[in-house]
């Protein structure tokens, strides 16, 4: 079974340190800045085998060179974006499957929010490292693709197990919620999930991970279909696609 390690940085950043207890291999997730992994890494007696980059943004790669000097582990990424991602040594494509030990993650390309972001699927774990592509009751900001395609990329993650534990980088799930409240007040699943949601923020505890499950019920980016938000937006028996691109114009502008 992979251990999770879970690091808040910054101001909102999540950095994930994987170790598959089997092989004593130990990979990290998009790590921002070096101190709080090499500290981790010391006090587990630990070695870093790999670094997983989902995107090129300097707050998920920020780390890469240090580390790779600090500790000779392979740097792993999207090889369309290879020139954007410091220090790569094992370029992905999409539907590539990576091992970490014993442990082995799914590749899938999804572009929206990067035109060369991907995400690592470890089904054995039902665990998703979803980078700024999905995010607990939100998804990323379009900075270089369009509606389209980060509609697209989330009707991948769409269709994985509900159990699949959801791990984003970004601590934005009570800022999300209040958005999503908007658009259907009356959704009783999101109405509990903010009390928790609210609960855990005042105890300066995270949010992260969610589940796949409470995403299809709360998650406005994943409830497209959904007849009472698309009534809340006057877009009734407006594509799937349009929807989502007016649901994402309203989170950029909340």
């Known amino acids: 079974m992979l251990e999770i390690i879970q690091l808040p ?3 909102d950043n999540y950095i994930y340190i994987l ?8 990979g990290v997730i998009d790590p921002a800045i070096s101190q709080p992994v090499l500290d981790t890494l010391k006090s587990r007696k630990w070695s870093l085998s790999y670094i997983f980059n989902t995107h090129h943004h300097s707050d998920h790669v920020g780390a890469n060179i240090e580390l ?5 582990c392979q740097i792993v990424g999207f090889g369309e974006d290879s020139k954007r991602i410091p220090g790569i040594d094992k370029k992905l ?4 499957e990576i091992k970490l030990g014993s442990q082995i993650a799914k590749v899938f390309a999804t572009p929206g929010h990067t035109l060369g972001h991907i995400v690592y699927y470890f089904a054995s774990n039902h665990v998703l490292f979803c980078g700024d592509t999905l995010f607990s009751m939100g998804c990323g900001r379009l ?7 980060m509609w697209h990329s989330l009707q991948q993650l769409k269709s994985l197990p509900k ?4 791990y984003c980088t970004h601590e934005y799930t009570q800022a999300n919620g209040q958005f999503a409240l908007t658009l259907e007040p009356d959704n009783q699943a999101l109405i509990i999930k903010m009390q928790e949601v ?3 923020r005042s105890l300066h505890q995270p949010t992260i991970p969610s589940t796949l499950e409470q995403e299809l019920a709360t998650n406005p980016f994943l409830r497209e279909n959904s007849p009472a938000l698309q009534q ?11 929807v989502f691109r007016k649901i994402r114009e309203l989170k950029d502008n909340f």
């Open 143 to 149: 900075f270089e693709g369009t509606a389209e395609q």
């Open 232 to 242: 809340s937006i006057n877009m009734e028996y407006q594509s799937s696609i349009a």
């Open 163 to 166: 159990e699949t534990k959801i």
């Open 198 to 200: 609210n609960k855990r």
């Open 19 to 26: 170790h598959d207890p089997d092989s004593n291999e130990t």
């Open 93 to 96: 494509k999409h539907r590539d």
């Open 9 to 11: 940085v910054l101001t």
């Open 68 to 72: 790779k000097e600090r500790t000779g």
